[in-house]
């Protein structure tokens, strides 16, 4: 199963771009089908769509209740899918991405 995927760019809000597009990727890659070759480069690009969220995100976060345990385990996950990548640890990019990507979009607990 395939479909396109469209992401909006609005002048006004351009980090909403990132979050949709960050959305549409984890949409296609979770999509439940057989793995086909070329989902390893789907995988990249959601890693590096979520890693430049993270970035993004960072000083917003910084200014958010608890923004201290929050950020530690961004910055935990984010050194986490490097060794992923790297093949240091066994543990799927896909896995960790996805645990990210969940971090920087949940709605920071009440204060």
Do not use: K
């Amino acid at each position: 199963m395939s479909s396109d995927r469209v992401v909006v760019l609005r002048p006004d809000d351009p980090a909403s771009f990132l979050a949709d597009a960050c959305a549409a990727a984890a949409e296609a890659v979770n999509e439940v089908r057989v793995w086909q070759p070329n989902d390893a480069g789907l995988v990249e690009l959601y890693s590096e769509l979520v890693l430049a969220y993270a970035r993004l995100r960072r000083a917003d976060i910084a200014r958010s209740g608890h923004a201290t345990v929050r950020l530690a385990v961004i910055e935990h996950l984010v050194e986490r899918l490097a060794q992923a990548r790297n093949g240091e640890i066994t543990t799927p990019a896909l896995d960790i991405v996805d645990r990210l990507h969940g971090e920087l979009t949940a709605e920071p607990a009440p204060a």
